[in-house]
Nanobody, 128 residues
Framework: QMQLIESGGGLVQPGGSLRLSCTAS????????MGWFRQAPGKEREFVSAAGLSWTGGNTQYTDSVKGRFTVSREDDRNAVYLQMNSLKPEDTAVYYC???????????????????WGKGTLVTISS
């Protein structure tokens, strides 16, 4: 089993920045695609970003609404993945979840039912 713990959420004004962290325990993340998802109030959970395996090139992908503002990175030696969020907007308000799966398509496709592991989330609130 892999346990994922997110941290770094909080209240930020529009235009501000936050860095979310996801720390894994129980297994190494090096063989897992790591993803970030979010769920806004009253909405379904959606894919935000994915970080592919470091040893296959470390490709990344983002949902259109965060491209150019968010950056995902991973440090396999620290068993951690990060989401740097800049130029935050009120519509970024959500609970942000970290997820891990061996398959790229599962993470990017947001196939929640078969995702290997999920964190419990951290709340990000963008408000003035």
């Amino acid at each position: 089993q892999m346990q994922l713990i997110e941290s770094g959420g909080g209240l930020v004004q529009p235009g501000g920045s936050l860095r979310l962290s996801c720390t894994a325990s129980g297994r190494s993340i090096k063989n897992y695609v790591m993803g970030w998802f979010r769920q806004a109030p009253g909405k379904e959970r959606e894919f935000v970003s994915a970080a592919g395996l470091s040893w296959t090139g470390g490709n990344t992908q983002y949902t259109d609404s965060v491209k150019g503002r968010f950056t995902v990175s991973r440090e396999d030696d620290r068993n951690a993945v990060y989401l740097q969020m800049n130029s935050l907007k009120p519509e970024d308000t959500a609970v942000y979840y970290c997820a891990a799966d061996r398959a790229w398509d599962t993470v990017v496709g947001g196939l929640e039912e078969i995702m290997d592991f999920w964190g419990k989330g951290t709340l990000v609130t963008i408000s003035s």
